[in-house]
């Protein structure tokens, strides 16, 4: 039977405590030094960057008389004091586990004769007598009689036979014991006057504690949907977009949205009639569709998020402090919920809602708002100048004229603009992404067939300094042997250096937030306004003019032989009118029509050589490998000799 004693002076239990709250508190740590280490990114220097940045870390650090402490980072700090006062109070506590052992007291060894114990004990008694021992400096009285008493002590143990020999034995005065265990618990746990409190706290703990937060977990799980917004959201969604809606549509429904994703409570009505009358005036004959599509009609709150989105487009300042919060508030959800939004498009293979979902994020970042839809292709630059430093909404029409950032920025040096020197800035890590090149590619197979799993390649890459297309720098030999490693990797991204990516934060003094430049790759049928397959998100694409970096996508051939003509968008999430698109054509071939030499090249992909370790390997299987060329030459000419003997053997016989 074990025999079980409890930690009376709690240290034991102490050193429980303290190990579970080092493993807990290394790798909370390490996350909140990680998000700071991110915060501290470098990102775009001109003024009004630097100007957001500094407002977004006084937002998020709070003020010093009211710092703004997150939830982690109050845990990671109550932590480490209770750590360090645990770990104090331990190392100034003594663990009584010492076991007792009277060989020890009156050093001697085991075995001894009890005539030679007697004699040690004579000697002892003539030391560290009371009456005999002169105090030291630091010595009491206390102490030399506590000595004495300790080695009378042992002395009876080992006179006493039985005792003596089950110490010798077994190590204790009592002879054989059973196994002993020693729990890491205060004895108040388990004294019986506390019974009560204790199961009053397990029954608090179990019996209402987590139940209740199992079932806030379940039912907070049951109204989300797994893009982090409620579940009405996602059905008003569902039910209201419609398969031709652009950005001025859902601009409109996601202020209907966030109705239903946010409370919003501030008391200032005044102050939204008024800036509602400004967005009237600044969206003019737009102002009646996207307030349709909020439903500002029917629905206070659809209304009131409604006009702080667009008071944000329409870059209008808040003078209310709550309106602002509230306003933020909405912004720092709209990632989530424009990612809903675009979920829900896809699911329906819509092109259009789909690429206007990802645009619209682009112009929530830079508070541009919406353009007419008649804008053309080469008027878009204005787009672009309505994000440079200081470049108001109004102003943009001044440069209606001005194609490209060089002519603007000359432009504005010639006129001694001191904004001139903030635009070159920014102009120099514009992330204008380029479409190098893109192709079908059939992994050991030359020619695609139908349901075969292809992989879309696509080279993207942003100039520095320039929109000049440079063609890459890499020779063709090169650049297919790369290709063809990437293509057989199972990465998404290939590895490149990371120091000319665009891992800096973006360009964006209206967003409340630090925000890195991304860009979504859409294959996409215009005819039928079809998305083809699921989209993918990429990031880190380099800046440079003279390479590229490769990204991938898998998905299956269509069933059908045929020609697909389709197009790859480029979207960028950050930037208004940095999108780009590129045709491409799809061939899928039958592979019984094609010619023996489009075959046999085919047979020649797949089967290994012999003397390969692919071949070894497929020999193994037994799988079919292709010989040399000097076996099977020998071969033929053995087979050929072999021919020629059969003729004479039976050209013998005809003649017997």
């Not at 001697?108 to 003539?126: C, D, M, N, Q």
């Not at 729990?183 to 199961?199: T, Y």
């Not at 909020?294 to 944000?312: E, P």
């Not at 075959?599 to 020999?619: K, N, R, T």
Request: with cysteine; glycine share 6%.
């Amino acid at each position: 039977m074990a025999n079980y004693h409890y930690d009376e002076s709690g240290v034991m239990a102490t050193y429980f405590v303290v190990s579970v709250l080092f493993i807990i508190l290394i790798p909370s740590t390490y996350s909140l030094l990680s998000s700071q280490a991110k915060s501290r990114v470098s990102g775009c220097q001109c003024r009004p960057c630097v100007d957001q940045r500094a407002w977004i870390r006084k937002r998020e650090g709070g003020s010093l008389l009211r710092p703004k402490l997150s939830k982690l980072a109050i845990f990671v700090a109550v932590g480490w004091a209770v750590f360090a006062f645990l770990v104090t109070r331990t190392s100034s506590s003594a663990l009584n586990s010492k076991i007792y052992d009277p060989y020890e007291i009156l050093g001697i060894a085991k075995g001894l004769s009890e005539k030679e114990i007697k004699s040690r004990f004579k000697k002892l008694s003539l030391k560290f007598h009371p009456d005999k021992v002169k105090l030291a400096i630091n010595q009491t009285a206390e102490d030399v009689a506590a000595k004495f008493v300790d080695i009378t002590k042992a002395y009876k143990s080992l006179t006493d036979e039985t005792i003596r020999e089950n110490y010798e034995k077994y190590g204790h005065p009592d002879g054989r014991q059973e196994m002993s265990m020693g729990i890491a618990i205060p004895i108040q746990f388990i004294e019986g006057k506390n019974n009560v409190w204790v199961l009053g706290l397990y029954a608090l703990i179990f019996g209402f504690g987590l139940p209740a937060l199992v079932g806030k977990w379940w039912f907070g799980y049951q109204k989300k949907t797994k893009d982090g917004v409620n579940s009405t959201t996602a059905a008003t969604f569902f039910l209201s977009v419609k398969e031709g809606w652009g950005i001025d549509e859902l601009v409109g429904l996601l202020g209907k949205g966030f109705a239903k994703e946010l409370r919003l409570t501030s008391d200032s009505g005044k102050e939204l009639n008024d800036v509602e009358a400004k967005i009237r005036e600044g969206f003019g004959e737009k102002w009646r569709t996207l307030a349709d599509a909020a439903g500002t009609r029917k629905n206070k709150d659809a209304k009131r998020a409604f006009i702080l989105v667009s008071a944000h487009l329409l870059r209008i300042p808040m003078t209310n402090q709550g309106l602002r919060e509230e306003q933020t508030k909405i912004l720092l959800q709209s990632p989530q919920v424009l990612n809903s939004l675009l979920n829900i498009c896809l699911s329906r293979n819509w092109l259009t809602p789909s690429l206007a979902a990802v645009q619209l994020s682009a112009h929530l970042t830079q508070a541009v708002p919406p353009p007419p839809k008649t804008i053309k292709e080469s008027d878009k630059d204005w787009l672009k100048f309505s994000q440079l430093p200081d470049i108001t909404l109004d102003e943009v029409e001044k440069f209606k004229d001005v194609h490209g950032f060089d002519r603007l920025i000359q432009n504005l040096e010639n006129s001694k603009d001191p904004r001139a020197g903030d635009v070159k800035k920014v102009a120099q890590n514009w992330g204008n992404v380029q479409i190098l090149g893109s192709s079908f590619k059939v992994v050991g197979e030359k020619v695609v067939t139908p349901l075969s799993f292809i992989n879309l390649i696509v080279k993207l890459r942003i100039p520095r300094g320039s929109t000049a297309e440079e063609e890459p720098s890499t020779p063709p030999k090169d650049a297919e042997k790369r290709e063809q490693e990437f293509l057989v990797s199972k990465k998404d991204a290939e590895d490149v250096s990371l120091d000319n990516t665009g891992k800096a934060f973006a360009h964006a003094p209206h967003w409340p937030q630090m925000k890195k430049p991304s860009w979504w790759v859409i294959l996409g049928d215009i005819k039928a306004n079809r998305v083809v397959v699921p989209p993918f998100k990429v990031s880190d694409v380099p800046y440079t003019s003279s390479d590229y970096r490769m990204y991938k996508m898998q998905f299956q051939a269509p069933p059908n032989v045929g020609s697909y003509t389709w197009r790859i968008f480029v979207v960028s999430d950050t930037y208004v009118g940095d999108d780009t698109y590129q045709d491409i054509t799809l061939k899928v071939e039958d592979l019984s029509t094609l010619g023996e030499e489009a075959q046999g090249a085919e047979d020649e992909i797949s089967e290994p050589e012999e003397d390969s370790l692919a071949g070894q390997m497929a020999m193994m299987r037994g799988g079919s490998v292709k010989k040399r060329r000097a076996e099977s030459d020998d071969e033929e000419d053995d087979s050929d000799t072999d021919g020629d003997d059969e003729k004479n053997d039976i050209s013998d016989s005809d003649s017997d």
